[in-house]
């Protein structure tokens, strides 16, 4: 019983890579595997933008740094294009910057050079079903910046509003001290609190203090009804 990798044609990929050591050593890697066809190389992301233009292949293996323009320009260009051709990713770098910036721009998958040929080889596959493809070191690093709490700024006026809700003002003397109506001191409490993921005064001033968004104050808001106002 045949498998459908053994009916179907091969994939049809090109290579860019600025180092023709590099692209040579892929195209070893690469030449004995059936299942791929390299029908095209390139030392330039500009250079690999027009193979894809010209030959549509199923996907292109990408370097991030490259001359003329980089990894990332070409991706974008290729995702944009009207060419099937999804993008693999293969370079030396994994620092969070790099890695964002390649998916960010559209590639379907990420991997480091050191990965094996089999490795690159189930890439190549996965990316041209549309499949997401990060190596594994890749994977750990934007799980854990997505597990990194996201920093809570305030602007100007939002930070002077909130200090003087610290300072134990009601919105209406919070307004006399800034200038602004009570509607907008309720406007911008309404966004501290979404801000902050608080649901009143108090807890908005405590959280903001934690936080290191505010100075100490001797007092916090105090009153129930001070406490409950917006």
């Not at 004995?32 to 029908?39: D, G, H």
Request: glycine share 8%; net charge negative.
């Amino acid at each position: 019983m045949t498998s459908d990798t053994d009916t179907a044609p091969p994939l049809r990929i090109i290579l860019a890579d600025d180092h023709t050591v590099m692209r040579a050593g892929l195209v070893a890697l690469l030449s004995s595997e059936p299942t791929v066809e390299i029908v095209g190389e390139a030392g330039d992301g500009r250079e690999a933008v027009r193979l894809v233009e010209r030959l549509r292949p199923d996907v292109a293996l990408l370097d991030l740094r490259m001359p003329v323009l980089d990894g990332v320009g070409a991706t974008l260009e290729i995702v944009a294009g009207e060419a099937p051709t999804r993008v693999l990713i293969l370079t030396t770098y994994d620092t969070d910057a790099d890695i964002e910036r390649g998916v960010e721009a559209g590639a379907t998958g990420y991997l480091l050079k050191d990965a094996t040929r089999e490795q690159l080889v189930d890439a190549i596959h996965s990316a041209s079903r549309g499949e997401t493809v990060l190596a594994p070191r890749v994977a750990q690093r934007l799980v854990a910046r997505m597990r990194r709490p996201v920093p809570v700024t305030l602007t100007a006026r939002e930070s002077e509003v909130l200090q003087a809700v610290a300072d134990g003002l009601s919105n209406v003397e919070i307004g006399r001290r800034l200038f602004i109506g009570e509607a907008t001191v309720k406007t911008h409490l309404l966004r501290i609190f979404a801000k902050l993921d608080v649901n009143d005064r108090t807890r908005a001033v405590v959280v903001a203090l934690d936080a290191g968004l505010l100075r100490r104050s001797q007092d916090l808001p105090s009153g129930s009804g001070r406490a409950r106002e917006t």
